[in-house]
């Protein structure tokens, strides 16, 4: 028999309201991993979905790439209505940006491989101290605030911005408007992040998302101009602008869709990963103390806000053939998402899964994905966030909140987006 989700839940997995809320879509996907694990699910106005809710089974979906492809459909969930107007104004897309996550196979392998040897852990280490130089500015700004700042707001949205734009070689003044555009793409649904500042239904997100869109594509187009006539092998964007497959050009689809991935996914991630991690850090006196005891435990704090906050909520993947999946019948073009904050809370891999614990080794996390499609800039994000918290940490005697945190509305790219703390100067 199918297993199936309630309507209630169906409509939960898919709510920005709950993700803002943290506890709700905790709640939803804890009772989903007890009851019906890999189960159907029909949100009102949205197709049907498979709803992979544990470790094991993202882990399988994501590895079997082949079965599981990223393409035809949305790569991440949208109404119906909203991916029928995608595809009429993409001449028949299912992603409005044709970036790594829309495309598989050989086209896949070629366009992540203009960037891999760039973003490797041994490539990263040669920028370590461009990246350290960039986080004694942004913490010399936060100590110049004290006793209070909204770490959200005046560091966590700011540093990986300069660390990823630097690493692209987008100039410092233009980093504001990239940031506002960022916010808008992945803040569609939360009206202080959206372009028009507005509750929007989906239509009206989707109108704001393709102006922004068209405002990246406009912001692009002067880069791929820029560094054809002036090559520089130290700008990733460089790389893009100038790479070839079979001897041509990338498209203009291809070209877009990487600047925009890496431009907007290599900040907010980290962005929303920092702040959470402060989050934990002004609720924990412990945990505070002990990291500044134990400078060498600052990886695997790292690794568990990673974890903790899981910023990427989901991605989608569509069945290519028909195939038995976890005792369930799955056809082909079924939709299938892949929630990996389930995962990251799977009691059956994470000891008390609620907890923030810097002692999980290995911390299995699948927060940055697994398998062909795995997170292209993790390497870049750890060492960017581990020596965040080495130049902060002992520069702090306290911290402790100063008002209520929150997080931003959305069901794709979520996590704090106001973090108010109280600190001391050691
Ligand atoms: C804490 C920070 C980050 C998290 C949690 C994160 C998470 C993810 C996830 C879940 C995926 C999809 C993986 C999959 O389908 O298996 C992904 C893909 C990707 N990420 Fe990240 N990411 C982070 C930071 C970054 C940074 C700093 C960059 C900068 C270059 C980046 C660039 C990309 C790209 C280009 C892809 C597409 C890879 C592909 O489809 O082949 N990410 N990321």
Redesign the pocket.
């Given at each position: 028999m199918t297993a199936t989700l309630s309507t209630e839940l169906s409509n939960t997995i898919v709510d920005p309201f709950a993700y803002q809320d943290g506890d709700r879509i905790d709640a939803a996907f804890t009772e989903i991993r007890r009851t019906a694990p890999f189960a159907r699910a029909k949100p009102d106005e949205y197709d049907h979905i498979w709803v992979a809710s544990r470790h094991a089974d993202v882990m399988e979906i994501?590895k079997r790439a082949g079965l599981f492809a990223?393409s035809p459909r949305s790569?991440t969930v949208s109404p119906a209505a909203t991916q029928d107007i995608v595809r009429f104004l993409t001449g028949g897309e299912s992603n409005l940006i044709r970036?790594?996550?829309a495309?598989d196979g050989a086209e896949?392998k070629a366009?992540?491989g203009i960037?891999f040897p760039a973003?490797t852990p041994m490539a990263i280490k040669r920028i370590e101290e461009n990246v350290r130089r960039i986080a004694r500015t942004y913490v010399e700004r936060m100590l110049a605030m004290a006793p209070e700042c909204d770490f959200a707001e005046d560091v966590a949205f700011w540093y990986?911005l300069r660390?990823?734009m630097s690493?692209l070689g987008v100039p410092e003044e233009d980093e504001p408007y990239l940031l506002k555009l960022t916010q808008e793409l992945f803040g569609a649904a939360d009206p202080e992040m959206n372009r028009d500042k507005k509750e929007a239904s989906p239509a009206e997100a989707l109108q704001m998302l393709v102006q922004t869109n068209a405002d990246l594509e406009a912001y692009f187009a002067k880069a791929t101009e820029r560094f054809r006539a002036n090559p520089d092998d130290a700008a990733?964007n460089s790389l893009i602008a100038n790479a070839t497959i079979d001897g041509e050009y990338l498209t203009h689809r291809q070209l877009m869709g990487?600047y925009i991935?890496?431009a907007t996914?290599?900040?907010d991630?980290?962005s929303?990963?920092v702040a959470g991690g402060m989050w934990v850090l002004a609720e924990r006196p412990d945990l505070f103390a002990r990291l500044k005891a134990e400078p060498e435990s600052i990886a695997a704090f790292t690794e568990e806000t990673?974890r903790w906050?899981?910023?990427?909520k989901h991605?989608m993947r569509t069945a290519t053939a028909d195939t038995e999946f976890a005792g369930q019948q799955v056809k082909e073009g079924d939709y299938i998402m892949?929630p990996?904050q389930s995962a990251n809370r799977d009691e059956a891999v994470f000891d008390d899964p609620f907890a923030f614990s810097l002692d999980r080794k290995p911390n299995r996390h699948?927060?940055?994905?697994?398998?062909?499609?795995?997170?292209?800039?993790?390497h870049?994000?750890?060492l960017?966030?581990r020596i965040l918290w080495e130049e902060l940490l002992p520069r702090l005697s306290s911290i402790e909140l100063a008002g209520t945190p929150e997080r931003t509305r959305s069901n794709f790219v979520c996590g704090p987006k106001h973090v108010p703390v109280r600190f001391g100067l050691a």
């Open positions: 994501e990223n790569s970036s790594l996550v495309v896949h366009l992540r960037l973003v990986p660390v990823i690493v990733l990487y991935i890496a996914a290599g900040h991630t980290t929303n990963t990673v906050v899981t910023p990427v991605f892949l990996y699948v927060a940055f994905g697994y398998g062909p499609h795995v997170c292209l800039g993790q870049l994000a750890r960017e966030m």
